[in-house]
């Protein structure tokens, strides 16, 4: 079986194309489209900058939504403060795996006669998937193969479609565009199957590490008082009140203890606008990692030291 057929058997879409990279998935999607080239795309304002990137390389303009400050994702109230005139499409990221309101999002699109495309890089779907991520309910969705990614291969991604004349113009353009294409290279493509096959335990791991730390940090610290533990993030994100981020990470380097400070607002990076949510969120976020290959003794570590830090 193809590994395109195979990531097919694990979503509801009908339709899948290896891309070299994530960020080229989101250009093949926004291409393949058919909306005019220089309209208006939104994005959410707290996202990988490769998202912001891959639209300006498309072609097309960009505009900021801020994001929810208890998600982390965009959400309708948000995208109706954003839209104008000039909008052709929406893309609606997973942030650290929380599954954005894809279904409302999919429903406001249809009604204005906008593109939506979804991208979950940052999750990939447990069997039961109720959370509707590579569903039915985007035009295109996108995924990733790069660093870190919940199936890493440190290369590659894909796109989805249900849409027979989107599939045509994705065919189309990755023939036209070799800069699109995923390299012919069969131990890579075994190397993702391989992961792939391994994705339920994968999740079921990192759920399990996740329920490890909401069991143990201080509850303050629980995103609106949320457990996260029924999806398989990316990372464990947290929210540092009243604390300096930069000297926590900073003490926490010297005893050999590393978190991340994904991912800064964009609206850092251009000229769209203040998004206040995501702009407090990137000052104060650290992520714990939380994949299959973390041990325990670790993520105990760092969650002590946070419970007992006194800056």
């Not at 590393?258 to 800064?264: D, G, S």
Request: proline letters at 4%; charged letters at 25%.
């Amino acid at each position: 079986m193809s590994l395109e057929n195979e990531l097919l058997k694990k979503t509801n879409k009908d339709f899948c194309f290896l891309t070299s990279s994530g960020s080229a998935a989101i250009i093949l999607s926004l291409i393949s489209s058919n909306i005019p080239l220089g309209s208006e795309i939104l994005l959410p304002s707290l996202c990988c900058p490769a998202v912001l990137f891959a639209i300006q390389v498309a072609g097309f303009k960009y505009k900021l939504v801020d994001v929810d400050i208890t998600t982390f994702n965009i959400d309708i109230k948000n995208i109706q403060k954003a839209i104008s005139g000039k909008t052709s499409a929406i893309i609606a990221v997973h942030m650290y795996g929380i599954p954005c309101p894809i279904k409302d999002i999919s429903l406001f699109c249809k009604k204005n006669n906008l593109i939506l495309i979804e991208d979950s890089c940052l999750i990939f779907p447990s069997p039961d998937n109720k959370y509707q991520i590579l569903n039915n309910n985007a035009d295109f969705s996108i995924i990733s193969f790069g660093y870190d990614k919940p199936i890493t291969a440190n290369y590659g991604g894909a796109i989805f479609t249900n849409n027979i004349n989107f599939k045509k113009r994705i065919e189309q353009n990755l023939e036209e565009n070799v800069f699109l294409n995923f390299k012919k290279d069969s131990s890579l493509k075994g190397k993702i199957s391989k992961k792939l096959s391994k994705i339920n335990i994968e999740n079921q791991k990192r759920i399990e590490n996740i329920r490890f730390i909401e069991s143990i940090i201080n509850k303050k610290y629980l995103i609106d008082d949320k457990p996260l533990s029924k999806f398989p993030l990316w990372r464990y994100p947290i929210i540092l009140k009243n604390i300096d981020r930069n000297n926590f990470i900073k003490e926490l380097k010297k005893k050999d203890l590393i978190v991340t400070n994904h991912y800064q607002s964009l609206s850092k990076l251009s000229f769209s606008g203040f998004c206040p949510n995501s702009e407090y969120i990137s000052k104060h976020i650290i992520n714990i990692f939380i994949h299959s290959k973390v041990d325990q003794i670790d993520i105990k570590s760092k969650i002590s030291f946070l419970n007992t830090f006194n800056d």
